[in-house]
């Protein structure tokens, strides 16, 4: 995100010119960009003292992006990616103390949140592909009727251990999303998916097909 470092008003001082009762002020800003690459806006105002003669506002600003390319390396970002997963794995082995509730959607929809704001993260990571393949199948398993299917507890423990084996992990193949498929259907989830309101947005050539 882009923030104010610094901010100075330098002294008037005579300008070099043809007239030299003009009186420069200069204002400098630097923006640091964060990992999100978000904008920040920065608005400031400033009074310039009253004089007979004309004074020139000099403003500066300077992007700094070293930061923000650091955030992005795919050592960062493969740290991150094994880090949420392993979230995501204990929000589903923690479903198995309401695998007989009625509203057991309920406690399915914040593991589907969390997985859209893993795709929303790795999303400006090239190398991190294979991984969000395998996240919208998983995300896919839980948009349809099958998400009962993680009522079962043999089905929650072989989906931790996937989860724990295909993406906690340094890299992430296209041989391992490929097993993933035949995996979560092998369980009997579809991880293919229904159209939903909730579809993610935005995700090129990762629409979501209705199951027939």
Wanted: charged content about 30%; aromatic content about 6%; overall charge negative.
């Amino acid at each position: 995100m882009a923030r104010e470092l610094s901010t100075f008003l330098g002294g008037a001082s005579p300008k070099k010119g043809i007239d030299q009762a003009v009186q420069q002020v200069n204002r400098t800003y630097l923006h640091e960009l964060g990992s999100d690459l978000a904008p920040d806006p920065i608005e400031d105002e400033f009074i310039v003292p009253a004089r007979k003669s004309p004074t020139t506002v000099k403003i500066r600003s300077e992007v700094i992006s070293q930061g923000a390319k650091q955030f992005l390396s795919p050592t960062y970002m493969a740290s991150m990616r094994r880090r949420n997963a392993d979230t995501v794995a204990k929000m589903i082995f923690d479903l198995q103390g309401h695998e007989d509730s009625t509203d057991f959607a309920v406690y399915t929809f914040p593991i589907y949140t969390k997985i859209k704001e893993m795709l929303e993260l790795l999303q400006p990571a090239r190398q991190e592909g294979n991984s969000r393949l395998i996240l919208r199948m998983l995300r896919d398993t839980l948009m349809n009727g099958l998400w009962d299917r993680y009522r079962v507890p043999d089905v929650r423990s072989k989906v931790v251990a996937l989860v724990e084996k295909r993406l906690i992990v340094d890299e992430v193949t296209m041989n391992s999303a490929d097993a993933v498929f035949d995996e979560l259907c092998d369980l009997g989830l579809d991880p293919v998916g229904a159209d939903l309101p909730l579809a993610d947005q935005g995700d090129e050539q990762e629409k979501i097909k209705v199951s027939d």
